[in-house]
């Protein structure tokens, strides 16, 4: 793609691209909108994406039906999709702020789930399909932003939810989380150090004006002042 790119949200771009086994999404691509890259049956890899400040939460459906990636798209902070080839267990990176709609959607094969504390947006369908996916390892130290639909078809009974001491209550008392099998078994929460309301406020207005996410942005904030 070229370096004067910078939204491509409109629907089912570069849809149904059979030959297409590679793509480089440059620095100035702002949003991919959704359904995109859906039903590229030869699509290997996604690279690039350094500039991706937003996506689109409600429809999303990224990649779908692109049955010979190789490895998870991950453009900037947003993870669009897990391969859904993958087997046993997986380790989100620890830079990663949202999961995208569908993004874990049909991995038959996973079987474990590790998210870090940077992870605090979840959006729709994220584990449909997801049979075999019986642990998530959680570092939260709040609950995530959780869409309606993120445990649309999975057995949360049967699925443990490992999380920090502190947390166990917090999860329990979440309607949309409630339902796991929650264990405090990740020990206590790292300390963190209160930024006062002031300096938050002008910090949160100076990430605002580079683009982002209120997520991505409440993360590196968090993630800055903690000891």
């Excluded at 997986?90 to 991995?107: K, L, N, Q, S």
Aim: proline share 5%; glycine share 6%.
């Amino acid at each position: 793609l070229p370096n004067s790119v910078e939204y491509m949200d409109s629907w089912s771009i570069l849809e149904n691209c059979d030959n297409l086994k590679t793509i480089h999404i440059p620095s100035s691509v702002k949003k991919i909108g959704p359904v995109f890259m859906n039903d590229c049956n030869s699509l290997e890899t996604v690279t690039g994406g350094e500039g991706i400040i937003d996506m689109d939460i409600w429809n999303g459906a990224y990649f779908d039906n692109c049955p010979n990636l190789q490895s998870p798209v991950i453009l900037n902070t947003f993870f669009f999709r897990l391969p859904s080839t993958h087997e046993g267990a997986y380790e989100v990176p620890d830079y990663v702020t949202e999961i995208a709609r569908d993004g874990m959607w049909h991995v038959k094969g996973l079987t474990a789930l590790t998210l870090p504390e940077s992870v605090i947006a979840i959006h729709g369908n994220a584990f449909v399909g997801d049979e075999s996916l019986k642990d998530i390892y959680y570092y939260a130290i709040e609950i995530p932003e959780t869409h309606d639909e993120t445990f649309n078809d999975l057995d949360k009974p049967s699925c443990t939810l490992h999380v920090y001491e502190e947390m166990v209550e917090v999860f329990k008392a979440n309607e949309l989380w409630c339902d796991f099998n929650i264990v405090g078994d990740l020990g206590s929460m790292p300390i963190t150090t209160p930024m006062n309301e002031a300096d938050y406020a002008d910090l949160c207005a100076i990430y605002n004006t580079l683009g982002g996410s209120n997520w991505q942005n409440k993360w590196i904030i968090n993630k800055n002042v903690q000891t």
